[in-house]
């Protein structure tokens, strides 16, 4: 199903890439597009995590691990039902994490140092379990397909501007200007649909996998506070994957707006405190964060 979904999105982006490209130049424009949709299909496909990974200066975990962070994407991989994906550590001190990849045998999860030393142990598996959803539930690539697209018809529909379009029947000058930011906000409304939809589904397959679903919610909670508070400089330079974290990592204000990229965190959280309530869970306070003095690998997953 997942694959299927994947299928359908690059369809319809493909022929929105390809009315843009008709309005633009006619039958050889909308040709044109679609033999670039088609080369970014493919290049997406094969390279998106390793992209999105080099946007961030992500570097891989070794096998001398000391932060336990390995075991503990092991141990929730096999929860899930998942192979053990590539994990990766961003050196920013905004807490965040996201996930990538076209499957779940080709994925990867990427944490921050940030995350790492602000939140406890249990906070963390909620994270990492809300990341392995992601990837099982094949969001991964879907959420890489949609912003590719998304930059692409945002730069091809800016040649509108520059080279007119048409100028036997085309749109004209108004036109052209119309199509210069609708294109482009049909593309984005695709693409924050999907992802907002998908961050409720993630949250909730990441509690199962976790089996606590209130040690998500208080990492939501921690991240949120952290990310209004902290710059992300990677990510403000690269806007177009602040979909893929699990809080909007560029200060935008996280409310359930047309244009919001995530559902606000109260919502998660409090969906998050229902499903505890409705398994029976009884309310715990909030893990406390480690503290640096304690040993890398302490906790459930150390």
């Known amino acids: 199903m997942g694959y299927a979904k994947t299928a ?14 008709y309005l633009l130049g006619g039958s050889g424009g ?33 096998a001398d691990d000391r932060t336990g962070l390995n075991a503990m994407v092991a141990e929730l991989s096999r929860n899930a039902g998942l192979p053990t994906p590539a994990v990766y550590l961003i050196d920013t001190p905004q807490p965040n994490a996201f996930a990538t990849g076209r499957n779940p045998q080709n994925a990867a999860v990427a944490v921050t140092t940030g995350l790492l030393h602000s939140l406890s142990r249990e906070e963390l598996a909620g994270v990492v379990a809300h990341e392995l959803a992601h990837i099982r539930n ?8 949609t912003a590719t697209f998304a930059g692409a018809i945002t730069m091809l529909a800016n040649f509108a501007l520059l080279f ?52 998500l919610a208080s990492a939501l909670q921690r991240i949120q506070a952290g990310a209004t508070r902290i710059d992300n400089d990677a990510a403000e330079r690269n806007p177009a994957t602040a979909h893929m974290f699990i809080i909007n990592p560029l200060h935008a204000h996280a409310r359930d707006s047309l244009f919001a990229t ?26 406390r964060p480690r503290t640096r003095r304690e040993q890398p690998g302490q906790g459930p997953w150390g």
């Open 138 to 145: 094949h969001d991964t690539a879907i959420m890489t397909v």
């Open 164 to 215: 007119g379009g048409r100028r036997d029947s085309g749109p004209g000058l108004i036109g052209t200007i119309a199509l210069m930011f609708l294109a482009p906000m049909a593309a984005a409304l695709v693409q924050m649909a999907i992802s907002r939809t998908r961050e409720y589904a993630a949250d909730k397959s990441g509690a199962e996998i976790c089996g606590q679903p209130l040690w």
């Open 30 to 62: 909308a040709i044109f597009a679609f033999f670039g949709a088609a080369a970014m299909n493919v290049f997406t496909w094969w390279n998106s995590d390793k992209m999105v990974l080099r946007m961030h200066n992500a570097r891989p975990v070794g």
């Open 8 to 21: 359908l999105l690059m369809a319809a982006m493909t022929a929105l890439f390809m009315g843009v490209g």
């Open 262 to 287: 995530h559902p606000a965190t109260e919502n998660r959280v409090a969906a998050l405190q229902r499903m505890a309530q409705e398994a029976g869970s009884t309310p715990q306070p909030s893990p």
